[in-house]
């Protein structure tokens, strides 16, 4: 676990005595102020993180993400008031300060405490009127040994059986430890190796610059086997001879030790060190490269040259002429390195997908759209306000799609690997089933529930996305690595997914305009919705069906058995069977128009827990996309699904005996056509 490695770094900090070396140029340095090129070549800088390459800033955004809450920060005053949206700090502003300036990103307020239960046990002190508030590292630093210790102890429960507080505790001491690797990683830079009187270094290392017998980390690690072969023999000679004459020769290797120590327990962050193999897709550290020192290791000149001028990075930046030169040459090398291997070619697309806030705009332009759509229903003969309606809400889906396009480019993926992928793709099918029925049926209803469930779908993904605050294009758990089940059985079942939930969506109208008796005279009207959700409930059938079918083949090639009673595996098959019993029931006139909403939402809540409920039970072959906080969100979605098919049943009751209520006939032939 992370919370036990930091505490074999915290005591290796104690013993020996270090701090943040990079406080040299603090207070010569403007918060925040990064020029643009400065920001966009340390951004476009390849990283390996999750298990894949990505850019600079993606690993930024998502780091801030997690310690910060949001992406985003304001800095404060003295007084604690915030300086204004001019001095808001973006990813990678924020993440360079911690890099380069950790004295002043040590003052950024930045670490969130939202339970006076949690401030007291790690021993801080809120005001009376606060439930949430927001700390700084310094102000968060006297409590450190408190808060590391609870969270270690809470590190050692399953996820269901942690209290909010103890879970509250260990994610606000994962957030420290990862901005401690921020701030302490340069650390090793601005330390040099003083050999002193020890002959044996100078003789091995040479002189030194300018005859400064002073050496840096990638200087001793180009020297390791001569090094270990001149400890080794020095070992032999203090073993015969005693060590007093060699006092020289000690003290400078317990330095050096010392120092490689140093690098090992700090420079662990960033793995921006390329191999020189073209088959080893690890890159490492100068962490790693340290910690192979001991055991015979020669360095390839490259990983050293990537180092050292790693090196001259984070000594420079006192100098902003020598930093900007220094960082093009890092940049220079790490982008031709990553290119000949053939990993930085979607970088570029990465860095696009996430400047542009895309999805975040498509969440905007479907709350609009919706909107327009509210509005049309004032002036229904307005011919130019309903193409504008219509407009309005393919703009957003035509970004969705591009999107979800661009996210499988990046990664030479079907649409969807992950639980948030699900989300985007999942809204874009409701949207655009939505829309070809608005096509068929022209009544508006297809429109408007599309742009509610597009706006909706786009707020859950994004709110899943601040909650989980993990890069959403991860790389893959072992069963789901395989690009042909992906394209097959996963989008077909979303499809399915996506069919209940339009289906509920369109059940929603009914039973709330019966409820308020919009358009009361009008039976025809409410056929033509029931009708939307029969047809829906076929379609869905189908995709659910094959889906769960294809499932079990995938079952049998990754686990030997075509079915084994999974919570996932029962989840599809109940699907199946409400979406079966709808079908059925109807056909058998044991329920009519209002029975089929109330079926269409009670399949949509059993939709709801094969997609997300499985995962958060933590037990099965597919609870591998639990995330901690989701289950509030699916009580409320079954809490919504359940009072509206409440509603739906107390308007039964007080219709049934109504001579004006609409006929339950869906195939009355003197219905008026539904699509003028």
Known sequence: MKIIHHVIITCLFLTLGLTSFSAHAAS????????????????????????????????????????????????????????????????????????????????????????????????????SDDQRARFSYNELEGARAELFGRAQAASKLSNTERSYQESAILALAEAVYEFESFIHYFDFAHTVLDAGESRLIVKILGEGVDGKKQYTLPEILANSIELQTGIAALGQIIESEGQEKYMAEVTAMESMAQMLNLAEVTAFALRIIPPVDADNDEWTTPSELSAAFFKGTEYPQEELDVLSQIVALGTSVENDLLFKQKLDTLHGTLVGRATERNEYTQIPLEIKLYDSKILARTQVFFILSFILCAISWLSLKSKWLNRASIVSVIVPLGMLIVAITMRCIIRGRPPISTLYETVLFITATCVLVA?????????????????????????????????????TMPSLVAVLDTNFWLATHVTIINIGYAATMLAAGISHVYILGRLFNFKKDNPAYYRSITRMVYGVTCFGLIFAFVGTVLGGIWANYSWGRFWGWDPKENGAALICICQIALLHAKAGGYIKQMGIHIV????????????????????GLHSYGFTEGIWTATYLFWAVLGVVALLGFIVYLRDRKKPSTPTEDLSDAGAPAIAK
């Open 435 to 471: 829309l070809f029925m608005e096509y068929i049926n022209r009544q508006r209803i297809g429109l408007s529930v599309g742009a509610f469930l597009g706006a909706l779908g786009m707020f859950i993904a994004n709110r899943y996305e601040i909650i989980n605050q993990q890069d």
């Open 600 to 619: 269409a939402l009670f399949t949509a809540g059993v939709t709801g827990f094969s997609w997300w409920g499985v995962n958060l039970l933590g037990v």
């Open 28 to 127: 010569e340095h403007s918060a925040g102020k990064w020029d643009d090129k400065t920001l966009a070549q340390f951004g476009e800088l390849p990283i390996l993180d999750g298990g894949r390459i990505k850019p600079m800033s993606t690993f930024a955004q998502f780091a801030m993400l997690r310690i910060n809450g949001k992406r985003s920060y304001i800095p404060v005053d003295s007084a604690g008031e915030e300086l204004g949206r001019d001095a808001k700090m973006g990813p990678m502003e924020w993440f360079l300060d911690c890099l380069f300036y950790p004295e002043i990103a040590r003052e950024y307020k930045v670490f969130i405490i939202d339970n006076t239960d949690v401030a007291t046990a790690i021993g801080i002190e809120l005001k």
